[in-house]
Each structure stands twice: as C-alpha cells, then as structure tokens.
Nanobody, 126 residues
Framework: QVHLVESGGGSVQAGGSLRLSCAVS??????VAWFRQAPGKEREGVAR??????????AYGDSVKGRFTLSEENDKNTVHLQMTSLSPEDTAMYYC???????????????????WGEGTQVTVSS
C-alpha cells in the first residue's frame, strides 16, 4: 500500500511560481507522477519520475516542458514539482500518483497509476 499527500497549492498571479510537494509513504512504488485536471477537462499528465536502482529518469508533458521541474528528497520520501511562468491555463486540481513498474518505465497515462492522493488546488489569475 502507498499513501500520498499533496501540499503547496494556492493562488498566484500569472507569471508567478509555486512548488507542490508530494509526501509518499509505503515501499512498493518506483514511479511517482503529477497529474492535473481542470473543470470540464480530462486529466492530464504533467510530470513523472521513475527510479530503478541508481537510474532516475524524468518526463514532462508538452504543455509544461521548460516551466515545471521535478525533484525528490529521498530522505523525506518527497517529490516536489516546481512550477514557474504560470498562466491561467495551469489552473487545475493537481494530483500526485504512484505505481510500480516491472522494468518498462512509466508514462504519463493516468491508468498506469495505482495510488492517488487527494489533490491540491492551483489557481492562476491573469
């Protein structure tokens, strides 16, 4: 079982920055991802980190490349999502998710992820 708790959401003006954090507990995961969902829209994969031994890889959705950055604090089992140059189009509920991959890596499709947090709201005003 894996438990995830998101934090760091809030309101910010366009052009601003926010850092989201995802605290992960449990030991059966090697993929952690951020998704977002705006009202009336489908859930969108934002970024993910995949760990296999000493290998760590990152992937980002096209809409956030160059603006969002993932990082992890291993000793705190926390994954951070640094978001910069925010625009109103980034307004959404942001969810952290985790899963275990047997070696094929993990993508940004929501159906690949088993465990989900409750979400944290990000609102960007123009």
């Amino acid at each position: 079982q894996v438990h995830l708790v998101e934090s760091g959401g809030g309101s910010v003006q366009a052009g601003g920055s926010l850092r989201l954090s995802c605290a992960v507990s449990g030991d059966t995961y090697n993929c952690v991802a951020w998704f977002r969902q705006a009202p009336g829209k489908e859930r969108e994969g934002v970024a993910r980190i995949y760990t296999r031994g000493v290998l760590i890889s990152f992937a980002y959705g096209d809409s956030v490349k160059g603006r969002f950055t993932l990082s992890e604090e291993n000793d705190k089992n926390t994954v951070h999502l640094q978001m910069t140059s925010l625009s109103p189009e980034d307004t959404a509920m942001y969810y952290c998710a985790a899963s275990w991959s047997d070696g094929g890596g993990c993508g940004l499709q929501s159906d690949l992820y088993t465990y989900w947090g409750e979400g944290t709201q990000v609102t960007v005003s123009s």
